[in-house]
């Protein structure tokens, strides 16, 4: 019994509701307990108006365990990085083949093959290759892009998060301007990848998501909507890539 009325659980805290993973979260403008499924993270979100009320969210998402487990089944399987195996570079094919000698992205007309010895090490080859093609390709969009809205290149780096496919800390007291993208951006549709770059450079002079940074970003790569609706239909199955 809670004597003093508060909750023994936390906003961020992550709980199992009959073995399935939940993330507790507080949404002080949320009417009601309320569960979703996070497809990128894959795990369930238990959402309480207040931190008072997030031990409801936990008796809910537990008598929800049945429904959290058949939306997390239908999510994309986990692909590993494999000899035989495929996936794509900015909308272009790339077969993984296992080779000998130093591993290697090829180009031709009809896409890419990377070419890497058949040992436990496969898949972290193909990886750093792919990582290498997101920072050249996502390097060069950021410049065309910060170039349109007259902002100097920022610093880059390339991540893996789940959560986000991009993220600007614009110049500010703190230091200077830097972007991190998501190296999965790589296997989406070059249209997609390069909305997620003016979106992040749009940010380098609207910090907020307000009517000014979307006009910016109409401004230098137009419509968002189509862009958007592709990485929330197809963001699990790239997440999916590499993993397991």
Request: proline fraction near 6%.
């Amino acid at each position: 019994m809670n004597l003093f009325g508060r909750s023994a659980f936390s906003h961020g805290d992550r709980i199992e509701a009959a073995g399935q993973p939940v993330r507790l979260s507080v949404n002080a403008r949320a009417r009601r307990i309320s569960l979703r499924v996070d497809r990128v993270k894959r795990e369930a979100i238990a959402t309480a108006p207040s931190a008072r009320r997030l031990g409801e969210a936990v008796a809910f998402a537990r008598e929800r365990a049945d429904w959290i487990a058949g939306q997390l089944a239908d999510l994309p399987q986990t692909t590993p990085l494999r000899p035989g195996g495929a996936l794509s570079l900015f909308g272009r094919p790339v077969r993984l083949v296992a080779g000998i000698g130093r591993a290697k992205l090829a180009e031709d007309v009809d896409g890419f093959t990377i070419i890497a010895p058949d040992d436990a090490a496969f898949g972290d080859r193909v990886l750093r290759l792919v990582k290498a093609e997101a920072r050249r390709w996502l390097t060069e969009r950021t410049v065309v892009h910060a170039a349109a809205l007259d902002q100097p290149l920022p610093k880059i780096a390339i991540t893996d998060t789940r959560g986000r496919w991009g993220s600007c800390r614009p110049t500010s007291a703190r230091g200077p301007a830097a972007i991190r993208y998501s190296w999965r951006l790589a296997m989406a549709p070059a249209e997609v990848a390069d909305y997620v770059v003016a979106h992040e450079c749009a940010h380098l002079i609207e910090a907020n998501h307000g009517p000014r940074f979307w006009a910016l970003v109409r401004q230098i790569n137009g419509d968002p909507a189509p862009h958007r609706g592709w990485l929330k239909r197809e963001g699990a199955r790239l997440q999916a890539v590499g993993r397991g």
